[in-house]
């Protein structure tokens, strides 16, 4: 079904959602076909193709939300549910804080690379292929490594509408796989995950996946436990972002406005370390998480959330925006809260492996990450693929660790960012090094 289409319908719900009484509707509707291949024990488990449509109405009277959706994006359908929201909304709590959705924009920035005819026509063999190619990968590393993972394509039209005039759509599209190499020797287990995902195929290149996973779950053998002290805690690539992302999910002012987010109250504050600056970008070409507009139309900017240390702004979307009396940021939902899109940080000056000589004694967290209660700021985290810094180097993989401490004090000890990083589309992400943690030693 093409967007023209879907617009009919996304409008079609719309208008039945005013005529039966509602002040305020949005629509959205969906139309995608996915095909994906999973794997286990080393063969293909199963394969899967999906065709089909949503379509999903919020209606609001008086600030009062109703909600009503069908898998079926039908005209038929969609006015039904158009006037089921209608009827809901009236029958929910009123909400003196809703001011209003966004109206329509003069116009909305252009993004390459969201869509690419090609993964439309993908055969799903060309995705067994691949997810093969990777378990022969991983077993040219390590013969008795057992392999699960998947590969898998999307592609699809979306439209939203809502009833102050907004009328967008777009084709969007990805493509992504991933392995998980296990490696068992006795009751000493080693494993890794990696992965690669795309908008456009020439984004896509998976091959190498199997091995590196592979590679990487044989190096966490022999895992040890280390000592309880505190400590550096160097994150890589696949662990780095934990960080970041943290940050700009915490700034997401539903929760700033609820007192739910340690972020409360810190706008225009020194958060953390002078070299933390993070920026949400959404208009990367090809980008996993670039858009055009948010998830109630309003048209994206570039914002920076964190700069030099200080907290710049919150995350708003109309809701948020209209109670707070503050510009609308393009970072709204139509489900409540606030989402990002690319977070992007500043990079330093010296290599990851630079980094790494330079501290004596630490743990270096290959992937995982750290996670803060978003109320708190308190971190109280697992390390599954971790391993021991001595003397500048990786010495052994460690077992059972946690790091523990507040958020804030490890954005305030963050000393070192690296200059270089893996990417991913619409992703940078570094090594970095935060000089003093609590690290607690398995039992």
């Not at 995705?127 to 077993?139: K, Y």
């Not at 990696?194 to 022999?222: C, H, N, Q, W, Y």
Request: proline share 4%; net charge negative; hydrophobic share 40%.
């Amino acid at each position: 079904m093409d967007k023209d289409g879907l617009l009919k319908i996304a409008q079609a719900a719309c208008d039945a959602a005013v005529a039966g009484g509602a002040e305020f509707a949005d629509v959205s509707v969906g139309f995608g076909r996915s095909q994906s291949v999973d794997l286990e024990c080393n063969a293909i488990k199963s394969c899967d193709s999906r065709q089909g449509g949503h379509v999903s109405v919020r209606a609001i009277y008086k600030g009062g939300t109703g909600w009503s959706s069908t898998d079926k994006a039908a005209l038929e359908a969609a006015v039904e549910a158009g006037r089921n929201a209608a009827r809901l909304a009236k029958l929910a709590e009123p909400d003196p804080d809703f001011i209003s959705l966004p109206a329509p924009a003069d116009s909305y920035p252009e993004v390459e690379g969201l869509f690419d005819p090609r993964i439309a026509e993908l055969e799903i063999k060309q995705l067994i292929r691949a997810a093969l190619a990777n378990i022969d990968g991983a077993l040219a590393v390590c013969s008795d490594v057992t392999v699960q993972g998947s590969a898998s394509s999307w592609y699809g039209s979306q439209a939203l509408v809502n009833s102050l005039g907004v009328s967008v759509a777009s084709d969007e599209s990805h493509i992504g796989t991933y392995i998980m190499a296990v490696v068992r020797r006795g009751d000493d287990v080693g494993s890794f995950y990696d992965f690669d995902t795309a908008r456009v195929l020439e984004d896509f290149d998976p091959e190498g996946i199997g091995a590196s996973a592979a590679a990487e779950a044989m190096k966490f053998l022999g895992a040890r436990k280390n000592e309880t002290k505190r400590m550096p805690v160097i994150l890589g690539p696949l662990a780095s972002n934990s960080i970041f992302d943290s940050v700009a999910y915490s700034a997401d002012a539903e929760g700033i406005q609820r007192g739910r987010s340690f972020l409360s109250g810190k706008l225009g504050e020194k958060i953390g370390s002078d070299i933390i600056t993070i920026t949400d970008e959404p208009h990367i070409p090809r980008g996993m998480s670039s858009r055009r507009w948010d998830g109630e139309g309003f048209p994206t900017r570039p914002l920076v959330i964190m700069e030099n240390g200080v907290l710049k702004s919150y995350l708003y979307g109309s809701y948020t925006a209209g109670k707070a009396g503050v510009a609308n940021t393009g970072h709204g939902t139509r489900g409540g809260g606030a989402s990002p899109s690319n977070v992007i940080p500043k990079l330093g000056t010296m290599t990851g492996e630079q980094i790494i000589r330079s501290t004596k004694k630490g743990l270096y967290i290959n992937m995982g990450g750290i996670h803060p209660n978003g109320v708190t700021g308190d971190v109280s985290v697992s390390v599954d693929f971790g391993f021991a810094i001595e003397n500048g180097e990786l010495a052994y993989p460690v077992m059972n660790a946690m790091v523990g401490g507040n958020f804030l004090e490890m954005l305030a000890n963050v000393d070192a960012i690296s200059s270089d990083y893996r990417a991913e589309p619409g992703r940078i992400m570094p090594t970095v090094r935060i000089l003093d943690c609590l690290v607690a030693g398995g039992k």
